[in-house]
């Protein structure tokens, strides 16, 4: 089945050290997004790439960055994580982009935990 | 700033009775308007969606929402619901802004527990 898959399900960071989220997908779509959720909590778009056009939310803070090296796969990375930023990290994806809009699909999510 | 309000952080329901879970959003343009769910160690799966026309959409599980443009509401129902409908709901909103066209802003979520 076509699908987003996010690896590893949980992560646990200390704080301060770098760590790197991934997401992948089987579905070819264009666009892919990060959000964060916290606990009870909406999740937040933190920004997506259209094709290769990365476009950041204006309160994304700059601790928080990412990558997508090809159109399957997209990496959040966090430079120095805080207490803060223990979240659970979504990773979606849809077909299409800007100006127009269509279904996101929504991987597992990773559950991070930082110490 | 747009945001999306879920009228009910928890709602508690025994089986067979109906369910209206209420979503308001903030934006006076025009929206694409959707509610996700979540079921318990599983990842978010869209319920339905509205684009354009009739304004009562239906979606999986006997699941169906109003759009009402006036009320900038999009509240979903369900005549009669089942334990499985347990789950977390989201109430999201595609705000059609130029040059943003990805943006998906989620409500808070309603947490529905339904008793057997």
């Known amino acids: 089945d076509a699908m987003v898959i996010q690896n590893p399900r949980y992560q646990v960071t200390q704080f301060g050290k770098p760590v790197t989220l991934s997401c992948s997908q089987t579905l070819n779509h264009n666009v892919m997004y990060w959000y964060q959720q916290k606990s009870s909590q909406a999740p937040k778009l933190l920004f997506h790439?259209?094709?290769?056009?990365?476009?950041n939310e204006a309160d994304t803070p700059d601790n928080f960055q990412s990558r997508r090296p090809n159109t399957s796969f997209c990496f959040l990375d966090i430079r120095s994580p805080g207490l803060g930023d223990a979240a659970m990290y979504l990773c979606a994806t849809s077909r299409g982009g800007q100006g127009t809009y269509n279904e996101q699909f929504f991987g597992p999510g990773t559950r991070l935990t930082v110490l | 700033a747009q945001s999306v309000s879920q009228h009910n952080h928890h709602v508690i329901l025994s089986e067979a009775a109906s369910l209206e879970l209420g979503c308001n959003y903030s934006y006076g343009g025009t929206v694409n308007l959707f509610w996700y769910v979540q079921y318990p160690g599983q990842h978010l799966q869209l319920l339905l969606k509205?684009?354009?026309?009739?304004?009562l959409v239906k979606g999986i599980k006997g699941f169906e929402a109003e759009f009402i443009k006036s009320k900038f509401s999009f509240n979903l129902r369900k005549p009669s619901v089942q334990w499985s409908d347990t789950a977390e709901y989201f109430c999201?909103?595609?705000?059609?802004?130029?040059?943003?066209?990805?943006?998906?802003?989620f409500g808070q979520g309603t947490e529905l527990s339904v008793k057997p």
């Open positions: 999201a909103v595609n705000p059609l802004i130029y040059n943003q066209g990805g943006k998906l802003i």
């Open positions: 509205y684009f354009s026309g009739d304004p």
């Open positions: 790439y259209y094709d290769k056009d990365f476009n």
